[in-house]
Each structure stands twice: as C-alpha cells, then as structure tokens.
C-alpha cells in the first residue's frame, strides 16, 4: 500500500509551525479497503495540546464508510507536535489541520509534497457563475448595499472539489465568509494544473470578492 501525505494546512497562529515527530510511514490502511484496490481523502482538524500531542476531528472523508477517517484518527495519537513556536509562544490550543490521501499500491510510504503543497498556476475545469453570487450573495448586505470579499484556504480533493476555511473576511459579520464558502462549492480543479503537476491533496488560495455594482 502507498499512502502520501498531501498536505498540511495551519490555521490560526501556525504559521511556521513544524512537526516535532512526523506521522509515521506504517500506515493504517482499511484492510477491505486495500484488498478491493480502493483508495481514499481524509481532512482532520485538530488542536495542539499542552504536551505537543492533538486532539483531532475529521471535517472530510472521501468515500465515506470504508475506515479511512478512523485510520487518519488512529494515526494522529502518534502526531507531535511543537510545545512553543519560533517565537517562544506555547502552542497549545492552536489548530492544524491535515490532509492525507491513501493510495492503493506498495510499498507504504509518507511523503511531504513540494512547496508546502501549494497548487500553483491551476486550470480551472468549473468556476461559479454570476448567477452563483447573486443566490449566495448575503442578504442583509446586499439590501443595505455592503461590499466585502473573503480568503479562504483550501485544499483539493481528488474530484478537484474544495475543502475550505475561512482565512480573512472584510467586513466582517456581514455573512461574507459563509457565502464564500458556499460558492466555493462551484470550482473544480484539473487533476493538473498548467504545468503538469498534481493538484490532489494541495493547497489553493482562493479570493471571493463581493460587489453591490
């Protein structure tokens, strides 16, 4: 079995943050999974805690049911990561969250993709329409005539669809962030961008600008 480590994207105050003890290359794999050649995405979301260990959750699993969330869960208990960051800040409480792709095929191996995995020069096979941001467009905002745009981070299923968060929103509570995430619901990666590299399991910036004009 071959499983890669397509990318791990830190929220919050994990800027810079490293791991301590990498996942380990003996990995998990659901063993109906394997046997029936299926391969599988997990997203976990998971605080720091005070001894460097997380505490994680699992915000996507893709195909749901086979045991591929329950690996990534079981294999998180061996994560470490940093008690203080580079500026001598404890890091607990902090959140990272990880993406991790299981590929049917030997040997096992972890690998940490080039360039913090982040999808550069992609070709968009699906974009959302005008029409997208009209229905999804806040309501409240709209009527009282409210600009406002959001960043959010995402990384890229295997589909091309997006998993997102919420990286900056202005202005906010005006609902802008939650109508960014919907709309990104709307693009599709190519399984390769532009250059010929793979977008599975990386990391896109994606700015969703809203405009009363």
């Keep these: 079995m071959r499983l890669v480590l397509a990318a791990a994207v830190a929220t919050l105050a994990m800027c810079g943050l490293t791991y301590a003890q990498a996942p380990q290359s003996e990995m998990l794999y659901p ?43 079981t294999m998180s208990e061996s994560w470490r990561m940093p008690t203080m960051d580079e500026s001598g800040a404890p890091t607990a409480g902090r959140r990272v969250r990880r993406a991790i792709e299981f590929l049917p ?24 329409t005008a029409r997208d941001f009209e229905r999804h467009y806040p309501r409240e905002a709209l009527r009282r005539g409210v600009s ?23 202005p906010e509570g005006h609902g802008f962030g939650q109508a960014a995430l919907r709309i990104a619901e709307s693009f599709r990666i190519a ?22 004009y």
């Excluded at 394997?34 to 505490?55: F, P, R, S, W």
């Excluded at 095929?105 to 959302?128: I, Q």
Aim: proline share 9%.
């Design 105 to 128: 095929g030997p040997p096992p191996t972890v690998r940490e993709p080039v360039n913090d995995g982040r999808v550069t020069n992609p070709y968009w096979a699906e974009r959302p």
């Design 148 to 170: 406002g745009a959001a960043m959010l981070e995402c990384i890229v299923n295997a589909d091309g669809s997006l998993v997102c968060y919420v990286d900056e929103e202005t």
């Design 191 to 212: 399984p390769a961008t532009r250059d010929g590299v793979p977008t599975s399991g990386g990391r896109v910036r994606v700015p969703i600008r809203f405009n009363t």
């Design 31 to 73: 063993r109906a999974a394997l046997q029936e050649g299926i391969g599988g995405n997990v997203l976990v979301d998971c605080a720091v805690m005070a001894d460097g260990g997380v505490a994680c959750s699992v915000l996507s699993e893709e195909p749901s049911g086979r045991g591929f969330g329950d690996a990534v869960l």
